[in-house]
T-cell receptor, first 107, second 111 residues
Framework: QQQVKQSPQSLIVQKGGISIINCAYE??????FPWYQQFPGKGPALLIA?????SEKKEGRFTISFNKSAKQFSLHIMDSQPGDSATYFC??????FGKGTHLIIQP | SAVISQKPSRDICQRGTSLTIQCQVD?????MFWYRQQPGQSLTLIAT?????????ESGFVIDKFPISRPNLTFSTLTVSNMSPEDSSIYLC????????FGQGTRLTVV
């Protein structure tokens, strides 16, 4: 049973724009809420993760916003670049993954 | 963090044959996980491999089709047995603590 609902399924953003991907979770017991980035032919790689006692975490152009009361968290990619084109997965901890968002950054 | 080496990275196999995928971790871990990822889809957990005990399989996956070995705390194998074209997929091994780390995957094509 899907416990992490991710949206949108696909997203097209112009170069330089902001990409936003959302996740809603059910289980509040996890210590980390990560985002993974997967390029074709590669395994998913940890991109950025946030603890539930923090509302925002920023690493370079990537930011996680966490809303504990709404049980939602989102990934923002600022100044999106063609090299950011990939599939992104949110997760609860290390075992429950969203269905993925196929992100395409158009030059 | 963990570094996971998975091989082969890809293979094309005849139906009815078997393929064994190997996964090596750079540190000792209690549990290792095997996933299947259909093209463009999310990750589906096949089984959890514990050292010294039988693997635990998820609904829809059985040991006869996907036998798993876990001889020590840094290594595991997944075999895809009696393959059919429906088994064409990406297979991933993973270790997980607070977050997950993945091998680069094995892209399997069954013809």
């Amino acid at each position: 049973q899907q416990q992490v609902k991710q949206s949108p399924q696909s997203l097209i953003v112009q170069k330089g724009g902001i990409s936003i991907i959302n996740c809603a979770y059910e289980n509040t017991a996890f210590d980390y809420f990560p985002w993974y980035q997967q390029f074709p032919g590669k395994g998913p790689a940890l991109l950025i993760a946030i603890r539930p006692d923090v509302s925002e975490k920023k690493e370079g152009r990537f930011t996680i916003s966490f809303n504990k009361s709404a049980k939602q968290f989102s990934l923002h990619i600022m100044d999106s670049q063609p090299g950011d084109s990939a599939t992104y997965f949110c997760a609860e901890g290390g075992l429950t993954f969203g269905k993925g968002t196929h992100l395409i950054i158009q030059p | 963090s963990a570094v996971i080496s998975q091989k082969p990275s890809r293979d094309i196999c005849q139906r009815g044959t078997s393929l064994t995928i190997q996964c090596q971790v750079d540190s000792q871990v209690t549990m290792m996980f095997w996933y299947r990822q259909q093209p463009g889809q999310s990750l589906t957990l096949i089984a959890t491999a514990n050292q010294g005990s039988e693997a635990t399989y998820e609904s829809g996956f059985v040991i006869d089709k996907f036998p798993i070995s876990r001889p020590n705390l840094t290594f595991s194998t997944l075999t895809v047995s009696n393959m059919s074209p429906e088994d064409s997929s990406i297979y991933l091994c993973s270790v997980s603590g607070l977050v997950a780390f993945f091998g680069q995957g094995t892209r399997l094509t069954v013809v």
